[in-house]
């Protein structure tokens, strides 16, 4: 008896680490990367995953301190963004100086997903869709 509620402890805790695992994965139109960064030998890559059907713009802002947002980076009055078919998804490499042009920085990301053409800045909430973020930090040689 005792073997058996031993592996019936293990098979509990294996099915409650595998649904804490899976609750993890979050899916919005709105999505915080809560640090990212590119500090001395660190640096961070970003995959960006549309989930929608339809095509989407993805913008994304640099937070520093609190309510800080970096302000638009060129073309004026834009915040700097990437677009994304249907069910694409996006790797890139370095995020600080490829997506946002900065040498160096650290800071929470904001990314936001509009479908292309709709305008998501106004009171009609149909336009945003569902994106997905991933990232990694990691020190470089």
Do not use: W
């Not at 500090?39 to 989930?51: G, H, Q």
């Not at 309510?67 to 060129?74: E, F, I």
């Amino acid at each position: 008896m005792p073997k058996f509620k031993q592996f019936g402890i293990t098979v509990v805790g294996l099915l409650v680490a595998a649904g804490a695992m899976a609750s993890n994965f979050r899916v919005a139109d709105q999505v915080y990367l809560p640090v990212a960064g590119k500090v001395a030998n660190f640096k961070t890559d970003v995959n960006i995953s549309n989930l929608s059907s339809d095509s989407v713009t993805v913008t994304f802002a640099l937070m520093q301190g609190a309510n800080n947002v970096t302000p638009p980076l060129p073309p004026q009055n834009n915040f700097p963004s990437i677009t994304l078919a249907p069910n694409e998804r996006h790797e890139i490499i370095d995020f600080f100086p490829v997506a946002l042009g900065l040498q160096s920085g650290l800071g929470q990301v904001l990314f936001n997903a509009c479908k292309q053409g709709s305008d998501c800045s106004g009171s009609d909430q149909s336009g945003f869709r569902n994106i997905s973020v991933e990232s990694r930090i990691y020190a470089v040689d």
